[in-house]
């Protein structure tokens, strides 16, 4: 089970990543002249809202150690605020914080995944 297990947390982990690599580039669309953009942007931070919550439980299931669910759990947190800021439109001032926020859960998804790597790569090493 911890085997599969992180193989999960590692495909969940670089999956996420590169949505969240979509979820620039959709925006960057958006910004630079194609408005459609913002709809794919809205619409898969949405779906990637809750993604976190199934790499935190691979990364506990795959008994990668406490500093694994720590980073993945940071994440979670960083990303169900991330969307909701966007939608304070009332309060300017947090909903300000939604592109701060996005830049945090860039940077803790790449230490995420990177850790994901190191978690499958030291499993293999252990299983030879």
Not at 7 to 17: D, Q
Not at 93 to 112: E, R
Request: hydrophobic letters at 65%; a positive charge; proline letters at 3%.
């Amino acid at each position: 089970m911890a085997r599969v297990s992180s193989y999960a947390y590692l495909v969940l982990a670089w999956v996420f990543l590169a949505g969240m690599v979509i979820q620039v580039f959709a925006i960057g669309m958006a910004l630079f002249g194609e408005p459609s953009f913002v709809d794919v942007h809205a619409g898969l931070g949405w779906v990637l809202h809750l993604a976190p919550i199934l790499i935190l439980l691979a990364a506990y299931l795959a008994r990668a150690g406490s500093r694994h669910w720590q980073w993945a759990l940071a994440l979670v947190v960083v990303v169900l605020i991330v969307p909701v800021l966007a939608t304070m439109r009332d309060a300017t001032t947090l909903a300000a914080l939604h592109p701060v926020g996005a830049v945090v859960a860039f940077a803790l998804s790449v230490v995420v995944a990177w850790n994901s790597l190191s978690h499958v790569r030291a499993t293999v090493a252990g299983a030879v």
